[in-house]
């Protein structure tokens, strides 16, 4: 039970046509009190005249009350919809300043106590700033999926089944002269912990399809030097972001690009032109593009259509490669069925249907249709728990104490996950990443 109380804009930037102001803690009555006069109906709006301690009128807004513990954050809570000017918000923020023990709220602080007072867990919790974070439909998608509560369902799901594996574990150890305890109950357990340790072992490789959601699917631009990298950039970004000159090796850096592709983030990323050089700069460009392509999930190689003498293909280990023919309207012979796409720069032929093939790309290796983990930390503490069943079940000649001790490594990890075995260190990472009054 926290004793002070935070307030906060939570209604996002002004001017706006309504700001919303949310109070939480043990002084909201006092707050209503003194704000309209009394203590309105549980989780109905209303219209009231909130007035200052002078009985100066602030504002005509809607109020709702939340007793506890049925509000978002678990405590009494209260919500002032205003008219969002600021001049509003600012005489409704100093109002609130002065009630004893009210503080203004740091970021994420009011969902953080809703993961304290038990109304989240931490997966919702993160997936929650994943859905305020949103920029594209398939990071909406993606949110709201893993917001309601079935990460954290499957996750107990599999703890209780280490649990059970320990009590039976334990169970033989401690009473095997009995009769009421089965004789080698173990083999039996053994046997569900290696299913469990292919669940999680399955569940795991969704991490890269909730990556690409959330990070953004990587596009490449590679190529020699004035192969069309640069124009093809400012082309899909439809705007000068990039350079374009004749001088070949313009580009020293890398320069990305943001797009919205069928509701997917798509990261673009424009490269210097490789090349053999001597010039310290350059080297420096060539190695950046490299490894560009070394972390890109599509590589586009963009190849001069116009010139006759084509490159052998780039070969780039465990990418997807396509080879594409820039300058198309300059290009003097057919060499369509040498190119994966041909595309101008200039004209914006052929430029519809290469970003169509892309979002294809991207929706295919970023499709999620089931819970998965989206946090790199999910996968290192899936990774533990996985680790840890595979050295119960897998090592026979051991004792039963290790093994068992191995399960309840397991489950602690992935207790972590959810919150449910303690992460306080984590609890200010995860939540400063929140916005003020959420």
């Known amino acids: 039970m926290f004793r002070d109380t935070i307030f906060a804009l939570s209604s996002g930037g002004l001017p706006s046509g309504v700001a919303v102001i949310r109070v939480s803690g043990p002084d909201v009555e006092p707050v209503l009190r003194g704000a309209i006069g009394r203590i309105p109906a549980s989780r109905k709006a209303e219209l009231c005249t909130i007035r200052q301690q002078d009985g100066t009128v602030l504002d005509r807004g809607l109020v709702v009350y939340f007793p506890a513990p049925h509000s978002f954050t678990g405590e009494e809570c209260v919500e002032f919809h205003l008219h969002g000017g600021k001049a509003v918000v600012q005489a409704m923020l100093s109002f609130l300043t002065t009630f004893e023990g009210l503080r203004h709220a740091e970021a994420g602080e009011f969902t953080r106590r809703a993961f304290i007072n038990g109304k989240v867990d931490l997966t919702g919790a993160e997936a929650l700033g994943d859905l305020i974070a949103s920029e594209t439909e398939a990071q909406r998608r993606l949110a709201v999926t893993h917001a309601d509560g079935g990460q954290a369902k499957l996750y107990a799901g599999w703890r209780n089944q280490l649990l059970h594996a320990r009590a039976m574990i334990e169970a033989e150890l401690d009473f095997a002269d009995e009769a009421d305890v089965p004789g080698s109950v173990s083999d039996q357990v053994w046997q569900s912990m290696r299913s469990l340790h292919s669940q999680i072992e399955q569940h795991l490789t969704g991490y890269h399809a909730a990556e690409i959601v959330r990070e953004g699917f990587r596009v490449a631009l590679i190529g020699a030097p004035n192969a069309g990298k640069s124009s093809l950039l400012n082309a899909l970004a439809r705007r000068d972001v990039a350079i374009v000159t004749d001088v070949p090796g313009t580009t020293r850096d890398t320069i990305d690009v943001v797009l919205d592709l069928s509701g997917y983030k798509i990261i673009v990323t424009d490269t210097a032109g490789l090349r053999d050089t001597t010039d310290i700069v350059e080297v420096i460009g060539v190695q950046r593009a490299l490894a560009a392509a070394a972390n890109a999930d599509l590589i586009l190689e963009l190849i ?13 280990p465990q990418n997807t490669v396509w080879r594409i023919g820039t300058k198309r309207d300059l290009q003097t012979a057919d060499a369509r069925e040498e190119f994966d796409h041909l595309v101008s720069s200039h004209t914006g032929e ?12 991207a929706a295919d290796a970023g499709s999620v249709t089931s819970i998965v983990p989206f946090r790199a930390r999910h996968v290192e503490l899936l990774t533990m728990c996985a680790g840890h069943v595979a050295n119960a079940a897998g090592e026979p000649a051991a004792d039963l104490e290790l093994r068992a001790e191995e399960l309840r490594l397991a489950g602690d990890a992935l207790g972590r996950i959810t919150g449910a075995v303690d992460v306080e260190e984590l609890l200010g990472v995860i939540f400063s990443q929140f916005c003020i009054g959420k």
């Not at 001069?304 to 780039?316: A, C, F, I, M, Y």
């Not at 052929?350 to 790309?361: C, E, Q, T, V, Y």
Request: no cysteine.
């Open 350 to 361: 052929g430029l519809n249907g290469l970003l169509d093939a892309i979002a294809s790309k």
């Open 304 to 316: 001069d259509s116009s010139d006759r003498n084509l490159p052998s293909p780039l070969s780039v």
